[in-house]
């Protein structure tokens, strides 16, 4: 089966994919975009977490079919779109963002609030808190304590993402308030129909909800 779709801009085609396979499967292994994390693949944890036409999904949880002709975001596609980061252009970033040198604000604000660590669990975060900010600029402690409460992280407690959230959401408003700050707060995709792998916001014990 091919899969025909466009990723972070730009129009990708995989060949011979198989119908089991999942969205996760081809964007790490057959699109070379590594950035989201299969660290369950049961729709648990969160580390996958992209865009499908412009809804939150699980990509673990999502079949490579249901992508044909859809508009993907990984975390890839989130880069390029802030100010220059010293000392990050070249190897190691991601590609899918239009500059290397350039992260998001959020990806920004994670990096400067200390919440990235291991990894595994940061691009999932990373989309997630993009989606929450897009919904709610200015949004409460219990707020993202909900819309992260699908994302978890293995290493430690949540009170540093928890400050990266509150650091990215007042530098977005504030670049959304400044015409001349190049920040792009707003949505990479557009708004689309629900997919499947769509992720719930469900309570679930173990989660940024009740750690500390
Ligand atoms: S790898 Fe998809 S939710 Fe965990
Ligand atoms: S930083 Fe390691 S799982 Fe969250």
């Known amino acids: 089966m ?7 801009g730009e129009p990708r085609v995989a060949d011979d994919v198989w119908e089991g ?6 964007l790490r292994e057959r699109l070379g975009l590594p950035g989201s994390k299969n660290a369950c693949e049961q729709g648990e944890c969160g580390s996958c977490s992209v865009y499908l036409d412009g809804t939150l999904v699980c990509a673990c949880l999502v079949a490579a079919g249901q992508a044909r002709g859809a508009e993907v975001v990984t975390v ?3 880069a390029g779109r802030g100010p220059a980061v010293e000392g990050l252009a070249g190897e190691g970033l ?4 239009p500059g290397t040198d350039r992260l998001h604000p959020v990806q920004a604000a994670f990096l400067e609030a200390g919440a990235v660590q291991c ?11 993009h989606d929450l900010l897009r919904r709610d600029p200015n949004p409460s402690d219990a707020r993202i304590r909900e819309a992260l409460a699908g994302n978890l992280c293995r290493c430690t407690g949540y009170q540093k993402i928890l400050d990266a959230v509150h650091l990215a959401a007042t530098r977005l408003q ?7 700050d190049p920040s792009d707060p707003s949505d990479p995709s557009p708004s689309g129909p629900a997919a499947s792998g769509g ?7 173990g989660t940024v909800e009740d750690r500390p």
């Open 21 to 26: 396979e999942s969205l996760l499967y081809v």
């Open 94 to 97: 991601p590609r899918g963002g």
């Open 119 to 129: 990894g595994f669990c940061t691009p999932g975060l990373l989309i997630a808190t």
């Open 174 to 180: 504030a670049s959304a308030s400044d015409p001349s």
């Open 76 to 78: 890839e596609g989130l």
């Open 199 to 205: 992720r719930p916001a469900p309570s679930r014990p």
């Open 2 to 8: 091919r899969v025909d779709c466009t990723v972070n």
